[in-house]
């Protein structure tokens, strides 16, 4: 991965960032999830679950750092013949490791996916990554270009971390008072010090607005996340080791598989992120959402599972 410097500012949005780079949905059904497995992967033991038959379908959650639970509910808009493998990553959900930098790399967790393919005998993995995990899967099709059938890319984050201050920048332009001073609260350093995996859920709950294209959902979705989803360790590791040189926009030029990008026009991300993806992957199709944020399986549900069904329901040209 080619070095590329990161100021302070920019060290301090991608922090914020990997805050951002989240999501849980409380309380929405989504399909069962049964068939709990593990597989083995750099000498741990790393687990996932599945739900459905068919074509494997590898899901990745944000953060980095939160659990993939809430991704049952955005799969529920997958169309039949897949089967969800809801992973989870690396010191998330039951995956606990050692909390080192060593550890706890991008190269590590692309490592992590291509265990996770010897694993289940595929000879391409398709992948569904939301917000950090679009980065993820992006990470993993740079380093693999020959093992990936297709991505689907939800929010995803950009091919270098020059978006990152831009969408902390987007976040706090939608924040109200009440907002900020309940992430001043929540973010000082007796309350991180105390819990800081509670500090650090309650101050996403409080610029949940800053992700939404509608407030009322967003405070009825920050009202429901749940404590314990959510792993600052590893949000803080993983974003530390992106500081130091994510760029994979040379890589991302090879990648010659169909590609879907969904990016809400509200999305604090930005339209140019999901631009400048479209523009490195040859095969990508770039499906954009109005009125619609971070989440559209939310706040568009309907054009969501279009999107998705146009794509999926297509040839997939070389699948085995």
Not at 30 to 58: K, N
Not at 147 to 164: K, M, N, Q
Request: net charge neutral.
């Amino acid at each position: 991965m080619r070095c590329v410097s990161v100021t302070a500012p920019a060290s301090r949005a991608a922090r914020a960032c990997g805050l951002a780079l989240i999501a849980t949905i409380p309380g929405a059904a989504g399909p069962a999830v049964a068939q709990d497995q593990s597989f083995q992967s750099q000498g741990v033991e790393l687990h996932y679950r599945t739900a459905g038959s068919g074509i494997p379908l590898v899901l990745l959650s944000g953060g980095p750092g939160f659990d993939v639970d809430y991704m049952a509910s955005a799969a529920d808009f997958f169309p039949a013949g897949y089967q969800r493998i809801f992973l989870e990553q690396r010191g998330t959900g039951r995956s606990r490791v050692a909390m080192t930098p060593e550890s706890m790399t991008l190269r590590v967790a692309v490592d992590d996916l291509e265990a996770l393919r010897t694993h289940l005998k595929q000879e391409r993995l398709l992948l569904a990554g939301h917000s950090w995990g679009g980065m993820l899967a992006m990470a993993y099709a740079a380093a693999h270009p020959d093992r990936v059938d297709r991505l689907i890319l939800i929010g995803s984050g950009g091919p270098t971390l020059e978006f990152a201050e831009r969408f902390t920048d987007n976040i706090a332009a939608r924040l109200r008072p009440e907002d900020i001073e309940a992430r001043r609260y929540w973010d000082s350093p007796d309350k991180r010090a105390a819990d800081p995996d509670k500090a650090a859920i309650a101050a996403m709950r409080a610029i949940v607005p800053g992700y939404f294209f509608d407030r009322a959902r967003a405070l009825a979705f920050a009202a429901e996340l749940k404590d314990g989803t959510f792993h600052p360790a590893v949000n803080s590791l993983l974003m530390g080791d992106l500081g130091k040189g994510y760029d994979l926009r040379a890589r991302l030029k090879r990648v010659d598989r169909p590609v879907l990008i969904i990016q809400g026009y509200q999305d604090p991300i930005g339209e140019k992120t999901a631009g400048d993806i479209h523009g490195l992957l040859s095969k990508s199709t770039l499906r954009y959402i109005n009125k619609c944020g971070h989440f559209p399986w939310i706040e568009q549900p309907e054009e969501f599972r279009q999107a998705l069904a146009a794509f999926l329901n297509a040839p997939a040209p070389g699948h085995r």
